[in-house]
Nanobody, 128 residues
Framework: QVQLVESGGGLVQAGGSLRLSCAASVRTFGAYTMGWFRQAPGKEREFVAGITRSGGRTYYPDSVKGRFTISRDNAKNTVYLQMNNLAPEDTAVYYC?????????????????????WGQGTQVTVSS
């Protein structure tokens, strides 16, 4: 069983920045493909960012491209999500996800069903 714990959420004004962290309790963190998803009230959970096992490639939907950056530190068993120029529509619970599978397309990274492990989420609220 893989355990994921998100942190770093909070309240921020529009235009501000926030950095989320996801600590993974695994033997070999570098063996896992990682992703971030978010879910706002009344909306479906949506893909935010994905990253390969080595961190060499990243994937983003158009809604956050250019504003969000996913990264990882395999020595610390941690994946990060740097969020800049935040807007009220970014308000949601952000979830960290992991899979042992290796993917090669953005559609694979964005599919919720392709991740086996999920954290409990951290709340991000952006005020106007």
């Amino acid at each position: 069983q893989v355990q994921l714990v998100e942190s770093g959420g909070g309240l921020v004004q529009a235009g501000g920045s926030l950095r989320l962290s996801c600590a993974a309790s695994v033997r070999t963190f570098g063996a896992y493909t990682m992703g971030w998803f978010r879910q706002a009230p009344g909306k479906e959970r949506e893909f935010v960012a994905g990253i390969t096992r080595s961190g060499g490639r990243t994937y983003y939907p158009d809604s956050v491209k250019g504003r969000f950056t996913i990264s990882r530190d395999n020595a610390k068993n941690t994946v990060y999500l740097q969020m800049n120029n935040l807007a009220p529509e970014d308000t949601a619970v952000y979830y960290c996800a992991a899979t042992v599978r290796v993917y090669y397309s953005s559609s694979d990274y964005s599919d919720r069903e392709r991740y086996e492990y999920w954290g409990q989420g951290t709340q991000v609220t952006v005020s106007s």
